[in-house]
């Protein structure tokens, strides 16, 4: 797997690993808008043990490297991986990629793009989607649009170039992802049919908004994973949650758990609707520049202190009772969430370009696209 000056091989060691999570540090800690992420986090979120991505997939990071100076210096990284979940949901034959980090080369994101396909390939994979963290609720799609911005959290950033790249190594667009803006404290902006759709949630339909309670929290995500299994089956790149998975993501919710946040909708006791809504951790994050110490503890335990923004990350109903008003009932509550608390703004998403329904709906709210993210794709 070798080009004429770039040579990329598999990361197989503890120290591949860490040049590995240490490349994008080199790469943007010049740029303001980027958000080191926690080291420690990184290495764990790569364990073949402690991650449950891993109960259903496998993957395969690799490093890029040229010569300089008589040495080899780390230019760009990439993983591939397949998963079983994906396959069980699409069928076989597609592979992903993903954690794409490189110095503006396209000989480099040749190099990288050809050693993903080849993995795949040798795996019975004909068709690469991607970049994906690992999967689309992790990190997700190229930043095509929205540099000035910092990224949200579970959000990238790259700078400009990336897309060039990612197009002159022979990748084409799959899907755009977009972000959507909302000042959450500001309810002229709403169109008074959400208000009147709310409204008429309990009084006509029965169904009742509550908030989640961290003590009950890995079982109240066992509940999201089956509204999300349902809500969300028809989108592109859809793959279910499994109850590991569910169970991974519940122990990293505990972090950043906000019972103002955390929304249920139940009708007859039944659980119907979930939105899930996090305080935007990276705004600490940026202040622990990667590390939890000497000092970057102290900030995560002021981070209720530092934190002014969110990021509605899961909103979504049944499609049974998506004639009911949930979804208005939960946008209203948080513009009442955002009334009594800190957090006054926020990002909605990502959100399929082609998901007509939910972008009429951040529309009516009076939001605003300000990112996208392209997820590419490639057939060999």
């Known amino acids: 797997m070798r080009?004429?000056?770039?040579?990329?091989?598999?990361?197989?060691?503890?120290?591949?690993?860490?040049?590995?999570?240490?490349?994008?540090?080199?790469?943007?800690?010049?740029?303001?808008?980027?958000?080191?992420?926690?080291?420690?986090?990184?290495?764990?979120?790569?364990?073949?043990?402690?991650?449950?991505?891993?109960?259903?997939?496998?993957?395969?990071?690799?490093?890029?490297?040229?010569?300089?100076?008589?040495?080899?210096?780390?230019?760009?990284?990439?993983?591939?991986?397949?998963?079983?979940?994906?396959?069980?949901?699409?069928?076989?034959?597609?592979?992903?990629?993903g954690f794409l980090e490189l110095e503006d080369d396209p000989e480099v994101a040749r190099a990288l793009v050809d050693t993903a396909q080849a993995w795949l390939a040798e795996r019975g994979r004909h068709h690469m989607i991607g970049p994906m963290d690992f999967t689309m609720n992790d990190e997700c799609g190229v930043l095509i649009e929205g540099f000035e911005r910092e990224p949200m959290i579970k959000q990238p950033w790259q700078p400009p170039h990336y897309q060039s790249l990612c197009e002159a190594a022979g990748l084409t667009k799959a899907i755009d992802l977009w972000m959507w803006e909302l000042v959450i404290d500001d309810r002229e902006k709403i169109r008074p049919i959400i208000f009147e759709l709310a409204e008429q949630c309990e009084a006509k339909y029965g169904v009742k908004l509550r908030h989640m309670r961290r003590r009950d929290l890995p079982e109240e995500i066992k509940v999201f994973g089956e509204v999300y299994n349902a809500a969300w089956k028809d989108n592109w790149g859809f793959v279910p949650y499994s109850d590991s998975d569910l169970k991974h993501y519940a122990e990293e919710l505990q972090l950043v758990f906000d019972k103002n946040w955390f929304m249920v909708a139940e009708k007859d006791g039944a659980t119907i609707g979930i939105a899930i809504t996090v305080p935007d951790?990276?705004?600490?994050?940026?202040?622990?520049?990667?590390?939890?110490?000497?000092?970057?503890w102290w900030h995560f335990l002021r981070r209720a202190k530092i934190i002014d923004r969110v990021r509605v990350?899961?909103?979504?109903?049944?499609?049974?009772?998506?004639?009911?008003?949930?979804?208005?009932?939960?946008?209203?509550?948080?513009?009442?969430?955002?009334?009594a608390t800190p957090q006054k703004w926020g990002e909605m998403g990502w959100i399929l370009e082609t998901n007509r329904a939910m972008n009429r709906g951040m529309e009516a709210m009076g939001g605003r696209v300000v990112k996208r993210f392209r997820v590419y794709e490639s057939r060999f």
């Open 3 to 97: 080009t004429v000056s770039v040579d990329v091989r598999a990361v197989s060691s503890s120290r591949d690993l860490r040049e590995f999570i240490e490349l994008p540090f080199r790469l943007h800690s010049s740029s303001p808008q980027w958000v080191p992420p926690l080291r420690l986090e990184r290495r764990i979120f790569h364990s073949r043990r402690m991650n449950a991505y891993f109960t259903h997939a496998g993957a395969q990071e690799f490093l890029a490297r040229t010569m300089s100076g008589g040495g080899q210096r780390v230019v760009g990284r990439i993983s591939a991986q397949v998963d079983g979940a994906y396959d069980a949901q699409h069928g076989p034959g597609t592979g992903m990629f």
């Open 281 to 296: 951790v990276n705004q600490v994050l940026k202040k622990m520049n990667g590390r939890i110490l000497p000092f970057g």
């Open 313 to 339: 990350g899961f909103l979504g109903v049944k499609p049974e009772y998506r004639h009911t008003g949930t979804a208005a009932r939960f946008y209203v509550e948080h513009f009442e969430m955002a009334h």
